[in-house]
Nanobody, 115 residues
Framework: QVRLVESGGGLVQPGGSLRLSCAAS????????MSWYRQAPGKEREWVAA????????NYADSVKGRFTISRDNTRNTVYLQMNSLKTEDTAVYFC????????WGQGTQVTVSS
């Protein structure tokens, strides 16, 4: 029943913007800690951003601070990752994750930043 479905990935040019969506079912994102990870080929899965279940506390990896924003839309039960000023090194498969109290992973969506 618990499921995360990601969308919004694609090909963008360096300096461009993209918004990823993570639609949740089987639980309420407003009461759940949510996060985004990414994994580039040949590299480990890297934590990108998180928003906790208590309040609206958001944290970001140093590599994306000032460029990425994680947010919730409670009416749509969806978590977003707004990505601005994209760099080629942001190219990866991006995964949505619920970490507390529900634990789940999305299927991943490909983001490619290339000129």
């Amino acid at each position: 029943q618990v499921r995360l479905v990601e969308s919004g990935g694609g090909l963008v040019q360096p300096g461009g913007s993209l918004r990823l969506s993570c639609a949740a079912s089987g639980f309420t994102v407003s009461s759940t800690g949510m996060s985004w990870y990414r994994q580039a080929p040949g590299k480990e899965r890297e934590w990108v951003a998180a928003i906790t279940s208590a309040g609206v506390t958001a944290n970001y990896a140093d590599s994306v601070k000032g460029r990425f924003t994680i947010s919730r839309d409670n009416t749509r039960n969806t978590v977003y990752l707004q990505m601005n000023s994209l760099k080629t090194e942001d190219t990866a498969v991006y995964f949505c994750r619920a970490f507390a109290p529900v634990y789940a992973w999305g299927q991943g969506t490909q983001v490619t930043v290339s000129s």
